[in-house]
Structures are given as C-alpha cells and as structure tokens.
C-alpha cells in the first residue's frame, strides 16, 4: 500500500485550495445559491474531475477525485454549496458517464461538465424514504416514449437543476422493477415546487419535484429498464463516498479554526488549549480526520479497481456523519457564547453538518447494512 499523493495530486489539491478561498467564501453567497460562483467553478474545470477527456473532462483517477473533494470541503466553507457541487457530479453527471448510453453522453455530459446543464437526483417520495423502494412514481411505455407520472420530495439542486435522475416503478408483477431516466426541466409536465427552507445547507436549494404525463423519450433510460435498483444502489455508493469526502476537508479548517482560537483565547492567565479539556475535544478531531481519511482513500481505491464498496461507504457515511456533527459541537463549545454568535460562522457549520446523519440513508439505516453485511465468525 502507497500512502504517498503524487506531485500531480498535490498540486491538484493546492490548486483547488487556492482557487476556493479566492473565490467561493464571499459572505453574501454563503447561504444562497449563486449562479455567478457557480459560473466560476464551471470556468476552472472542476465537474468533469473522471470524465473522459472527449466529454471536456480531466480523465482522472477516483483516488484523485477523492483528494480534490476532499481539498474543496477544507478549503470552502460554504458547505451549502459544495452540496450543490457534489450533487450534480456524483449522482447526476457521473451516473450518465457510467452508465449511460454512447448517445445519452452525447446529448448531456459535455453540456454538464462545463456547467452549462446543472444535475440532481431524484429518488425520495413524500411517502418513500428510507423505505425507498416504497416508491408509487410510476412510468408506463407507450410506442414511442415513457409516460412519467409522481412526485419526489427534498430534491437538492431542484430548483436550480436542467437534469433530473428519477426512479420509477416500471412493472409490478411478479415482483416491483423500478428504472432510472434522465428528465429534462423543460420536458412539458415537470413542476418545480418551491424552495424548501431548511436548518442548513442553504446555498443548496432544495424542492419537490412533479412529474405530470411527462413524455420521456426512449433514449433517455439510464442503464436498462428494470435495472434501476442496482442503479440506486451504485447511486447511493457514489453519494456516501463523494459527498462526505469534502466533511473530511471541513473537519481539519474546523479543527485548525478551534486550535487557533484556542491558543488565542486567554482565560485564568493562560491559553485554553493548556486546559486538557479543550485540547482533548482537539485532539478527538485530528483522530477523526485521520481516519475518516484512510477509508476515504480506501474506497476511491476500490473504485478504481472497479470494485463495490457498499460495506465500506456505509461506514464510512456513518462514521464521518457522527464526527462532523461533533467536530462542529466542540468547535462551537471551544468558543464559547463567541461560538454561539452568528459572527463566527461555527453555529454555521453546526447547522450544516446536522443533515449529513439524514441524507444518503440515514445514520439508523446505514447501521442496519452494516450489521447485515458482516461476515459470519466461519468467513472472517
Ligand atoms: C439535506 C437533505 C438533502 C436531500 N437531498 C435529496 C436528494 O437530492 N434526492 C433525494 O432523492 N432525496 C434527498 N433527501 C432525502 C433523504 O434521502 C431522506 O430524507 C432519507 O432517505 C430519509 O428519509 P425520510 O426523511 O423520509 O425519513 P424516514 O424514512 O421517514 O425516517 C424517519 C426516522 O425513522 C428512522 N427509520 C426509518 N426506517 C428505519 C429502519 N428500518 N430502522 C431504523 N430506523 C428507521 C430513520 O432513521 C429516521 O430517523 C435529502 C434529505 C436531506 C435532509
């Protein structure tokens, strides 16, 4: 096992920490979404991180990719909208890049690589959570074209998105067969519901999304018809692992934030990071960051081999859910009624990282699959 980045990555990593503290924690955009910031990001390049170079891509590898999301979160404090970021690449652009047809890259992913088309994926119902395949969105097939019809809830980007990925039910009998399409805005039939107002993540805009006798055409199926589980469950790998790759990056600019403060802050003649109280809860985050690291990197490396990491994304989501949380409540305690201010842009953060142990499966449901995938004593 080689632990060592290349010069290539870590220039990558500079290059992307540089570019984000220039240019994406400008106050008046860190709970709106921006399409001026977002025409910025498209400008230096960073959607297409794996796509192949013929789409407008960079073609590098995911331990790469993970090194760079992991570089955006450290570096952008506006967690909101690397939300935005990760949404539209990993489980709208880089699903039609894996598993879409020659001629669905064609229509779609330079079109997304450059910025032009923003993604989003939709796959919860009012009535469907983390009972997903309780799904009732349903699609029928006509000659020429799918009929969608349905309704999906807390669709992040929904507002903003040109491109959705939705599941629907394709057959009932013998047994319920859902399929994923890619659903253009503009198709007559789709209604996008009103922003959603939430705790956190507010550069992120979320809504319910409609789908009226929407015509899909035929080409527009993402994988096979009928295949749409194992698409979701691809989906759902790519969203644990990408989407909390950047709350690796948040928990060390958390962590450096905390420290700082605390060798600052004089309280009974001394610095607070001399009371063992406070450097412990510091320490507690480097111990966090160091290893949520090590199984970032392990699962883009199992990535690259083409492998499933369905056990080690739910860990991962798990675990890096839990620290982020605390990682921002003991940032938040480190400072005090300063924490508490809206000034400093912790309780920010808190509010933040609350909804990571909800979106991607919740932290309950995460801990389900674990316990069901642990080999038995016989197979250790
Ligand atoms: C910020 C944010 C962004 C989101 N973005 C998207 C998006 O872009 N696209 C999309 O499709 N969805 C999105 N979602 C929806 C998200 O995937 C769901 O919220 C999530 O799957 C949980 O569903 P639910 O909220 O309906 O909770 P429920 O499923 O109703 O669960 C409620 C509670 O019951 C627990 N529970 C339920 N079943 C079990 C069980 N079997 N065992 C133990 N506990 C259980 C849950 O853990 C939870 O604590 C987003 C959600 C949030 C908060």
Redesign the pocket.
Known sequence: MDFELTSDQIQLKQEIINFARENLNEEETLEEFSYEVWKKISEFGLFGLTVPEEYGGLNESFLTAAVAIEALGYACKNNGLV?VIN?HIW?ALNLINLYGTKELKEKYLADMVCGNRIG?????EAD?????MNMSSSVSEEKDYYVLNGS???????PIADLFIVFAVTAVKPFKQITAFVVEKQFPGVVIGKNIE?MG?NA?P?SEITFNNVKIPKENILGRKNMGSTLMTNALEWERCYEFAPHVGAMQRIMETSLKYAEDRMQFGQPISRFQAVSHKISEMKIAIELSRLMLYKIAWLKDQGKSAFLEVSIFKTYVSEQYIKTCKNALQIHGAYGYTKEYGIERELRDAI?CD????????QK?TIFTMIPSVDNY
Do not use: R
């Not at 469907?128 to 997903?132: E, K, L, N, P």
């Not at 999906?152 to 929904?158: D, L, Q, T």
């Open positions: 939300f949404n489980v989003a994926i939709s796959l919860t469907a959570g983390s009972d997903a999906k809830m807390f669709i992040s980007n929904g939430k993540l992120c979320t909804a909800i979106y991607s499966g919740t932290a309950e449901m389900n």
